[in-house]
């Protein structure tokens, strides 16, 4: 199979850990037989200084002619006085609505030896696996009006929470469709006793839950939500989120699993997917060598998984993950105070080795069969 894939590296950490990204990917390749293209293109902060605007078009047309994107991380504190318009997440924002990427997949999975990186107590974080599901195209980022009136002093700022009964009902019917390949539990997230958005969200994922009787639903505002997330994450199935609330709840689902850089996502929807890592730029490490790329890796078998329907590659980048944590291999962001760290080369390599000797030792199984 040809994988077509524009690479997108971005600001911050975001080179570092796409590089090692790129270099699983280029494993999987060789090891499966699969031919491999990458382009590589400019997006965000990077994008702004060379181009004068974070999304480029020439970068928009190689991620509409792929047939994957693989992203590293936008922005920046140096990009902060831009206009609204000039600032690189304004540039992602863009890229996932010509993408028509609606519904964000995030897993937060508590890996077995990973419990005491947790903040929370061994015991309540063991087993965690979830899902989040999160609207990507509407609510408080993309609702219009949005503006900032007035004098200084008297300044009156503007944002809109904007949903479409149609934007809601397609998101709910992703998230109980996977739901009945994993635990057959939903729960909606919403603020339905404020909120009019929220209240039309509830309406309709009651609505259609009918037409999935074999996955269990329940509702909780996300207040609850966020609460019940740090004092009994493994309850969790897939959580079902507009699109600010599965932001936020996704970020700390990162935290109770032990590091946001973990954690890696898929924007699907249209013809053409977006995956990238939770974590930000994080310009305080960029250059450093120090950040975790397994939410960048993670990514890629999400990429795999969804957008060439390569199950088996997915599951080995999976086990390489997880076979390179059991053999207490830990990046900054993992290790204890007093243990050793590996750099984020080190990490990538440690994974890339453990999915070439798989590979090879299937092969020689396979061969003497």
Same mark, same amino acid.
């Given at each position: 199979?040809?994988?077509?894939?524009? +690479?997108?590296?971005?600001?911050?950490?975001?080179?570092?850990?796409?590089?090692?990204?790129?270099?699983?990917?280029?494993?999987?390749?060789?090891?499966?037989?699969?031919?491999?293209? @990458?382009?590589?293109?400019? +997006?965000?902060?990077?994008?702004?200084?060379?181009?004068?605007?974070?999304? *480029?078009?020439?970068?928009?047309?190689?991620?509409?002619?792929?047939?994957?994107? @693989?992203?590293?991380? %936008?922005?920046?504190?140096?990009?902060?006085? #831009?206009?609204?318009?000039?600032?690189?997440?304004?540039?992602? #924002?863009? #890229?996932?609505?010509?993408?028509?990427?609606?519904?964000? #997949?995030?897993?937060?999975?508590?890996?077995?030896? @990973?419990?005491?990186?947790?903040?929370? /107590?061994?015991?309540?974080?063991?087993?965690?696996?979830?899902?989040?599901?999160?609207?990507?195209?509407?609510?408080? !980022?993309?609702?219009?009006?949005?503006?900032?009136?007035?004098?200084?002093?008297?300044?009156?700022?503007?944002?809109?929470?904007? !949903?479409?009964?149609?934007?809601?009902?397609?998101?709910?019917? +992703?998230?109980? =469709? @996977?739901?009945?390949?994993?635990?057959?539990?939903?729960?909606?997230?919403?603020?339905?006793?404020?909120?009019?958005?929220?209240?039309?969200?509830?309406?309709?994922?009651?609505?259609?839950?009918?037409? !999935?009787?074999? %996955?269990?639903?329940?509702?909780?505002?996300?207040? $609850?939500?966020?609460?019940?997330? %740090?004092?009994?994450?493994?309850?969790?199935?897939?959580?079902?989120?507009?699109?600010?609330?599965?932001?936020?709840?996704?970020? &700390?689902?990162?935290?109770?699993?032990?590091?946001?850089?973990?954690?890696?996502?898929? $924007?699907?929807?249209?013809?053409?997917?977006?995956?990238?890592?939770?974590?930000?730029?994080?310009?305080?490490?960029?250059?450093?060598?120090?950040?975790? *790329?397994?939410?960048?890796?993670?990514? +890629?078998?999400?990429?795999?998984?969804?957008?060439?329907?390569?199950?088996? &590659?997915?599951?080995?980048?999976?086990?390489?993950?997880?076979?390179?944590?059991?053999?207490?291999?830990?990046? /900054?962001?993992?290790?204890?105070?007093?243990?050793?760290?590996?750099?984020?080369? =080190?990490?990538?390599?440690?994974?890339?080795?453990?999915?070439?000797? /798989?590979?090879?030792?299937?092969?020689?199984?396979?061969?003497? /069969?």
């Amino acid at each position: 199979m040809l994988l077509n894939i524009a +690479v997108l590296p971005g600001d911050g950490v975001g080179p570092e850990v796409t590089d090692q990204a790129v270099g699983v990917l280029q494993t999987i390749a060789a090891a499966f037989g699969h031919e491999i293209k @990458l382009t590589r293109h400019d +997006v965000g902060g990077i994008a702004v200084q060379k181009c004068g605007i974070p999304l *480029p078009e020439d970068t928009l047309r190689a991620c509409l002619s792929s047939d994957a994107v @693989l992203l590293g991380a %936008v922005g920046g504190p140096g990009f902060d006085s #831009l206009s609204r318009q000039l600032r690189p997440e304004a540039g992602l #924002l863009r #890229l996932r609505r010509e993408l028509g990427a609606f519904a964000n #997949l995030r897993p937060a999975a508590c890996l077995p030896g @990973l419990e005491e990186c947790s903040p929370l /107590r061994q015991d309540v974080v063991a087993g965690t696996d979830i899902l989040i599901v999160r609207e990507l195209l509407g609510g408080l !980022y993309f609702g219009e009006p949005r503006k900032t009136e007035g004098s200084p002093g008297q300044r009156v700022a503007t944002d809109t929470m904007h !949903y479409r009964e149609p934007e809601v009902e397609r998101i709910v019917r +992703v998230a109980f =469709e @996977l739901a009945r390949n994993r635990r057959r539990k939903v729960t909606s997230v919403d603020k339905a006793n404020v909120l009019e958005c929220s209240r039309l969200w509830r309406e309709v994922v009651t609505h259609l839950a009918g037409e !999935y009787s074999d %996955v269990h639903l329940e509702h909780m505002y996300v207040d $609850s939500a966020a609460m019940a997330m %740090v004092s009994r994450p493994a309850d969790f199935d897939v959580v079902l989120a507009e699109n600010m609330f599965g932001d936020i709840l996704s970020d &700390e689902a990162a935290a109770v699993v032990g590091s946001i850089g973990m954690l890696p996502s898929a $924007s699907l929807g249209g013809r053409i997917a977006l995956y990238e890592p939770v974590h930000g730029s994080a310009p305080d490490i960029a250059g450093k060598g120090i950040a975790n *790329p397994i939410g960048a890796i993670l990514s +890629v078998a999400m990429m795999l998984r969804h957008s060439f329907h390569l199950e088996h &590659e997915a599951e080995q980048v999976e086990t390489a993950v997880a076979s390179a944590l059991s053999s207490a291999h830990r990046t /900054r962001d993992l290790a204890r105070a007093g243990r050793p760290a590996i750099s984020t080369s =080190e990490m990538g390599a440690r994974i890339t080795t453990e999915i070439r000797e /798989r590979a090879s030792v299937a092969e020689h199984l396979a061969a003497h /069969r």
